[in-house]
T-cell receptor
């Protein structure tokens, strides 16, 4: 297994266009997270899934943002009618649901950079 | 006030120096994570702590739950340690709330 995979790695789009990012988590991981990071800042939580269920969404996730994980494996993050303020790196991470004994190491993808012009 | 605060924001050291990065958080946690981010974005998990101390190679992480404080130490620093080090607290659902990171530069 090659870890968490994200694509595309870079996307430049015109304002108003829709974009979609894909995340393939580590295969046995049942939790999948989306974060957003702007330059000079730490990542901010957007949403997370346990299997196919979206369990939590941040207030940062406006109506223009939607995330899915239809079969509990890969996930997509779609941004509709992009705005310049959406320019950021979108990070995906995955982990196993923490057990009573096991830890919960979180594995991150390399990120998808979005530039809205 | 941020939920997770790190200090310093920027740190420059000479090769071989002992380095400490501090992290304070405002509310209770299920775990505290230290992560490393290199230019280009990739984030690597270094430690996950819920109590005490962990060591991995030249890296040591400690946490004081009562004081809501954690430190990351790097012994015998090396230029390849140059990166952004991020502290993040884990709360419900295993979501992470991140600090703003500490940019470490180790000069040869």
């Amino acid at each position: 297994d090659t870890g968490v995979s994200q694509n595309p790695r870079h996307k430049i789009t015109k304002r108003g266009q829709n974009v979609t990012f894909r995340c393939d988590p580590i295969s046995e991981h049942n939790r999948l997270y989306w974060y957003r990071q702007t330059l000079g800042q730490g990542p901010e939580f957007l949403t997370y899934f346990q299997n196919e269920a979206q369990l939590e969404k941040s207030r940062l996730l406006s109506d223009r943002f939607s995330a899915e994980r239809p079969k509990g494996s890969f996930s997509t993050l779609e941004i509709q009618r992009t705005e310049q303020g959406d320019s950021a790196m979108y990070l995906c991470a995955s982990s196993l649901r923490p057990g009573r004994i096991s830890g919960n190491t979180i594995y991150f993808g390399e990120g998808s950079w979005l530039t809205v012009v | 006030k941020n939920e997770v605060e790190q200090s310093p924001q920027n740190l420059t050291a000479q090769e071989g120096e002992f380095i400490t990065i501090n992290c304070s958080y405002s509310v209770g946690i299920s775990a505290l994570h230290w992560l490393q981010q290199h230019p280009g974005g990739g984030i690597v998990s270094l430690f996950m702590l819920s109590s005490g101390k962990k060591k991995h190679g030249r890296l040591i992480a400690t946490i004081n739950i009562q004081e809501k404080h954690s430190s990351l130490h790097i012994t015998a620093s090396h230029p390849r340690d140059s990166a952004v080090y991020i502290c993040a607290k884990e709360t419900s659902g295993s979501r992470l709330t991140f600090g703003e990171g500490t940019q470490l530069t180790v000069n040869p």
